[in-house]
């Protein structure tokens, strides 16, 4: 591991990255921030992205050594006491495990991951102005556990490298393959050119879960909270809805994704 750099300054310029965190968007500027040593995991094993410095709590150092112990020697390894720890970050970090990532590898286009998803035969999840951080984290963490080739989401799509979005995602977003950009409507019209089955997930679907039966590949389309996807959107694909309790309006958009991904998951 790199010998340890002890920060006793909060205002230290080297640890400029991290100077708070929590009202900053790192996002497109100078990187992002990857909090917790379980997305610090999955940044360490990135091919997209790569720390660039990392600051640890001291009582935390000894706990993430073996993590850490093949960085690479122009990776900064920062540690502070806990009030300088949290004055340089601006909140109470309660993992105490602070990264700072960047780009390293070649992003993923949409034709990578639809070529990706032909070649395995697993599902994509496009994401429609899907705004909020937690939801976005969430579908990342249930598309990686049930195996998805990968997600795209249109412009209107909060970013999956946000701290929280990424904190929620358990990191997953930093390897599992995703495309952000663009509108929805050209979106599904590279699914359709892919030869994907293209469904769009409603309350209000024709298509029952429970008969929706394999095909591959598949690109489930999931809309916002409340307003869902647009109604051009959902006359152009085939619809699926989750058969509830007639008293329950909708589930929380990530948790119907979990559903649709584990059928098409144990149906492979």
């Not at 969430?138 to 990424?166: Q, V, W």
């Not at 904190?167 to 390897?175: D, E, F, H, Q």
Request: charged share 20%; aromatic share 4%.
């Amino acid at each position: 591991m790199n010998e340890p750099i002890f920060i006793e300054d909060a205002d230290d310029p080297r640890i400029e990255p991290f100077r708070d965190v929590r009202e900053r968007d790192l996002v497109g500027r100078s990187g992002f921030i990857a909090e917790g040593s379980v997305v610090l995991d999955q940044l360490l094993v990135s091919e997209r992205f790569r720390p660039t410095a990392l600051l640890i709590l001291r009582n935390r150092l000894d706990g993430v050594r073996g993590r850490i112990a093949g960085l690479s020697t122009d990776t900064p390894v920062y540690v502070a006491e806990r009030p300088v720890f949290d004055r340089i970050a601006g909140f109470p970090v309660n993992r105490g495990v602070l990264a700072h990532g960047a780009a390293a590898g070649t992003p993923s286009s949409a034709a990578d991951i639809l070529a990706r998803a032909a070649a395995t035969g697993r599902p994509v999840v496009v994401g429609v102005e899907i705004a909020n951080h937690d939801n976005l984290g969430a579908i990342f963490r249930n598309a990686a556990a049930f195996g998805a080739a990968g997600i795209l989401m249109d412009e209107t799509s909060c970013h999956p490298l946000y701290r929280k979005a990424l904190r929620v995602s358990v990191g997953t977003a930093l390897t599992l393959p995703w495309y952000r950009g663009g509108n929805a409507s050209a979106l599904v019209a590279e699914c359709e050119a892919a030869g994907c089955r293209v469904i769009a997930l409603s309350p209000a679907g024709e298509t029952p879960l429970a008969r929706l039966g394999r095909a591959s590949p598949t690109a489930l389309l999931l809309g916002a909270e409340g307003r869902g996807l647009p109604p051009a959107l959902m006359q152009r694909c085939e619809t699926v809805r989750i058969e509830m309790q007639p008293e329950i309006d909708s589930l929380n958009v990530a948790t119907a994704a979990a559903i649709v991904l584990h059928a098409l998951y144990s149906a492979a």
